[in-house]
C-alpha cells in the first residue's frame, strides 16, 4: 500500500517527507504536543484506515454500494485544518469512480474525545430521524494509538462524508474599514469575495436547514452551531449556490426552555427563531479574529429561510403554520422582543461569548430591524 501525507495550502498541497514528518504535532497554532510528532499522527490515520476490513468497507458504505469494495493501492491523506477541539484531515483515493474524498476528524483530549462521541450519536440519530441531506454520514467512528513505545497517545477518529466543492466563509478584516465583506475560503482556487447574491443565498439556506432540523414537538434543535468554526459551507452557484452544515455538535431544546416542560410549541418557537436569527449574524473576522456581525440586510433572508423551512414542515406534530407564527412575532412590540431576547442573551455570555458581546453591541438596532423586516412580510 503506496501512502502518501500532505498538508493542504491554497497555494497547492505540500508533500511531507522524512523531515516534515519527524516534526512535533503540534495541538494548537503555537503548541507542540509533548512527545507525538507529525509523523505519529499521520501514521495513526493510517493505521487506523488499514486495520482489518475498514477501509473497503467504508468505500462501500459511501458509495452506497451493496459489497465491499476492493482495497486500493494507493492512498492520500492531507491534514486539512486545526480547530479547537479537532484535528481535520481527509483521505483521497486516486483513481477511485465513486468518490473523492472522506473527512477524518481526530480528537485527542479526553474532553474533545467525550465531544466528538456526541457528535457522532447526534450525527446518526438526525440522519434516522429527518433524511436529510444537509448533514455529513457517519461513515465509521473508533480509536487508534499514536507514537510507539511507552510514548503512545489514544486518538479518536470519526470517519464522514467529505462535501466536495463546498467551502468555508467569513467576514474578513477589520469589520470597521469594510463592514459587509465576505470571503468564500475556496482551498483549490484561493480566498474570493462574496457576491452579494450570494451572501444572501447563504444566510437563507442556513436559516432554512436550521429549522428544518427543529423539532416542534419536543423544541428540539441543532445547538451550539457558529459560523466562527466553519460550520455552514457554500457550494459553487453563486445566487443558487447550496449550503451545508457541516456537523451537528448537540441535539436538543435551548437551555431557556429545559426547565419549562409547560412552554407550548408556539412559544418555543419564537424562541427558536429570536436566537436563530440572532445567532446567525455572528461570525469571527477571518474566522478566527475578533467577533463580528453581519449586516442588516442578511436579516430578510434569515427571516425567509425559517418561514419557508415552516411551510415544509407544517405537517409535523405540534408544528404551529407559517402564517400563525409571522402574525405573532409581528404583534410584538420593540420592547417586549427585548425582554424576550434577554434571558437568551445572559445565557450566552458563558457558554458563546461571541455572540453575547455582538448582542450587547448591536442587541437593539437588530431587533428594531428585525421587526421592520417582519413588517414588511406582513404589508
Known sequence: MNVRYFLASPAGDILLGPAELDRPFKT????????????????????FLLDGHRLP????????????????????????????FYHIASLEIPGSPSLTRLALSTALSPEARSVQARECMV??????KFRLPYLPRVLSHGEAQAGSGERTAKIS???????????????????????????????RQGRRPAGRAEMRRIIHEAARILTLYYDPARFHQILFWHHGAGDFIVGPGGREAEVRLTTARDYGPSPILRERKDADP???LVYFFLEMTARIRVDRADGVGEPAFLED??????????????????????????????????????????????????????????????MVRHGESHLARLRLVLKGLRS
Not at 450525527?123 to 434516522?128: F, G, I, M, S, T
Not at 419557508?308 to 404583534?331: F, G, M, T, W, Y
Not at 431576547?341 to 445565557?347: A, I, K, R
Open 57 to 84: 468497507d467504508l468505500l462501500r458504505t459511501a458509495s452506497c454500494g451493496t459489497e465491499a469494495a476492493p482495497t486500493p493501492d494507493r492512498l492520500l491523506i492531507r491534514s486539512e485544518k486545526h480547530g479547537a
Open 123 to 128: 450525527l446518526n440519530r438526525l440522519h434516522e
Open 297 to 358: 440586510s442578511v436579516l430578510e433572508e434569515a427571516v425567509g429561510g425559517f418561514l419557508e423551512a415552516l411551510q415544509i414542515v407544517k405537517n409535523r406534530a405540534c408544528c404551529p403554520d407559517s402564517d400563525s407564527v409571522l402574525s405573532l412575532l409581528c404583534a410584538f412590540t420593540h420592547e417586549e422582543l427585548c425582554r424576550l431576547m434577554e434571558p437568551l442573551v445572559s445565557l450566552w455570555r458563558n457558554t458563546d461569548p461571541g455572540a453575547w458581546l455582538m
Open 157 to 187: 477518529i470519526l470517519v464522514t462524508e467529505w462535501f466536495e466543492g463546498f467551502h468555508e466563509w467569513h467576514v474578513s478584516g477589520n469589520q470597521a474599514q469594510s463592514p459587509g465583506k465576505v470571503l468564500i475560503w475556496d482551498d
Open 266 to 268: 408556539m412559544t418555543a
Open 28 to 47: 494548537a497554532p503555537r503548541k507542540d504536543h509533548p512527545f507525538l510528532t507529525l509523523g505519529d499522527y499521520f501514521n495513526a490515520l493510517r493505521d
